[in-house]
């Protein structure tokens, strides 16, 4: 469940609104019964501090610090927005998304880094009535970069390009005196790491994924909340992983997922979901069980002011004891709890979040810790929906 984003300076919304134009513009062309729109055009801009705690060592930095401690101040800027192409009973939509995200450290022992993320995506979508039911197909493209990326506890995610296809099947089944909604889903993707010279262990984490989900949603009564059970299988491909034979890993995954969206009337929006993941491998040290729980609430208290709280937890066990993933693959455990506030101030939003995470793995003693406070404002200066 993703929350809202968060970034950047008051400064550039300021400069933004006095110079961008008028706060609602929607450009509309008819040809052959085909609508064209801009919507959701949005900036975010932020600030946020936090510290950093940890002994775990990552498989995706090359260099360390005999720091256990850091912390960090950041500032952030971020543009997205939807274009829409809409005919009968079919419709195209592009999402863009782009940010920069600035780094200042301090606490390591070596030397402090400014590291600098930056990350573009672009999506495209078709949609269209047919065989019943409504169809999905589309592409998007994502590149991610990192510039002086610091050692351990500051973990940053390496830079890489991600390609994505998937199809998705979703219609309609009325039965039982309720409504059901039945989706089936298939997904490609593959992520290039990029390694520089300096790290080329970076190589090991490419990979090329492929998964099929079957998905059933019941709405309990009403609009306003639904049950949905799903299952996936996952397949990945590590070509540089393994000496003779590429490591191959397949998962099953179940779960349940739960959603109430009764806002408008009772300013009460709320989500959970619980599942479970059983990971084989032709590595043994890579099969292991997890179960994850997730859930987010948003909460009215005022005609202005929403409550955002999120918690998420996962555990892993091994089926082999003393077997684990080289830490940067992935964590054993991880807790994240993050509370917020939303304030409506005319047409822009602002956001104080307060955030908390604990990873951990399976060897003895390795551990992180992250703690942190972000302030961002967001405005919809262009392509708001009336």
Known sequence: MRTQ????????LAALGAGAGPTYAQETAESAGTQVSLEDVTVRAGLSAGGY?????SVAVVWT??????????GFFQLEGVVRFRGVNREVRIDFDGGLRQYATGGFELRNYAPREYHGDVAATYRQRLWGGLVSAGGQAIARGVADRPPMPLYLQPGYN???ASVLYTRDLPFDGLLHEFDVRGTFESRDYAAPRVLPQLDLLDRSSGEATLGLTRF??????????FGAFRYHSYPRKGLSIRRRDKAGRVGVAWALNRYVTR??????????????????RVEYNLVGFESSLVKSLGPATDLLLDLNVTRKSYLIPGQYLVPGEEVDDLTRIEAGLVRTLGPIFATVRVYWKKAETNISGAYYRNFGVSFSMSATPWGRRP
């Open 5 to 12: 984003a968060r970034f950047l300076c008051a400064a550039a």
């Open 53 to 57: 705690w940890g002994n775990l060592s």
């Open 267 to 284: 300013g009460l929006q709320a989500e959970a979901s619980i599942g479970g993941t059983f990971n084989r491998s032709n590595s043994r």
């Open 162 to 164: 991600s390609f994505v």
């Open 65 to 74: 610090d005999p720091t256990e401690r850091a912390f960090a101040g950041t």
């Open 220 to 229: 309990l009564g009403s609009e306003y909340s639904t049950l949905r059970a």
